[in-house]
């Protein structure tokens, strides 16, 4: 079955980086892009990005260019997100979610579990 | 970028009874070479990822129960639940993907009255 499996919870402090990491099993892992969606607690969803794993080419939400990395390594089937220079309102549930990757705009159709970030000092 | 806009933001509703919630997006999303509406619906349950329910606006994914089901083309969009169960307390979310970024509504979150 489908399992997108996140790495855990991370504490970190202003100005510093974090790395989510996303591992897919069940599918064909360069067939789908993987987005990046963040939800601060109690909020709404909002969207970071995505990547192709196919290719490795990445769009990044205008809020978050030059802070956002996106990367993956297809050889373990993980995709990877890289906040830097942290701020306190980046304190959130970081989610992957998988879109098929077929012509045109497709549906999200299964997330990971999340991990929580939280950004203090 | 398309603003997605839910209400009501909370409701209450008695155990099988029906539930009705509408989004409203600030252009439309149906796109007209394939008469397709790009818009889903997404259930959250609490400490859980959001789940899909709906995509292109009215297909139900396989193993949503058919108490649900999405309606509307355009900007305006509603999600269903004909008869409310108490495992469908939770917030659910439209999320359109006509183009990027892609946009959530602000959730509505269903509770049994």
């Known amino acids: 079955q489908v399992q997108l499996v996140q790495s855990g919870a991370e504490v970190k402090k202003p100005g510093a980086s974090v790395k989510v990491s996303c591992k897919a099993s069940g599918y064909t892992f360069t067939a789908y892009y993987m987005h990046w969606v963040r939800q601060a607690p109690g909020q709404g969803l909002e969207w970071m990005g995505w990547?192709?794993?196919?290719?490795?080419?990445?769009n990044y939400a205008q809020k978050f260019q030059g802070r956002v990395t996106m990367t993956r390594d297809t050889s373990i089937s993980t995709a990877y997100m890289e906040l830097s220079r942290l701020r306190s309102d980046d304190t959130a549930v970081y989610y992957c979610?998988?879109?098929?990757?077929?012509?045109?705009?497709?549906?999200?159709?299964?997330w990971g579990q999340g991990t929580l970030v939280t950004v203090s000092s | 970028d398309i603003v997605m806009t839910q209400s009501p933001d909370s409701l209450a509703v008695s155990l099988g009874e029906r539930a009705t919630i509408n989004c409203k997006s600030s252009?439309?999303?149906?796109?007209?070479?394939?008469?397709?509406?790009?818009l889903t619906w997404f259930q959250q349950k609490p400490g859980q990822p959001p789940k899909l329910l709906i995509y292109?606006?009215?297909t139900r994914e396989s193993g949503v129960p058919d108490r649900f089901s999405g309606s509307g083309s355009g900007t305006d969009f509603t999600l269903t639940i004909s008869s409310l169960q108490a495992e469908d307390v939770a917030v659910y979310y439209c999320?359109?993907?006509?183009?990027?970024?892609?946009?959530f509504g602000g959730g509505t979150k269903v509770e049994i009255k």
């Open positions: 252009q439309s999303v149906l796109y007209s070479s394939n008469n397709k509406n790009y």
């Open positions: 990547i192709n794993p196919n290719s490795g080419g990445s």
């Open positions: 292109w606006a009215s």
């Open positions: 979610a998988r879109v098929p990757l077929r012509r045109g705009y497709n549906p999200i159709d299964y």
């Open positions: 999320q359109q993907y006509y183009n990027i970024p892609l946009t």
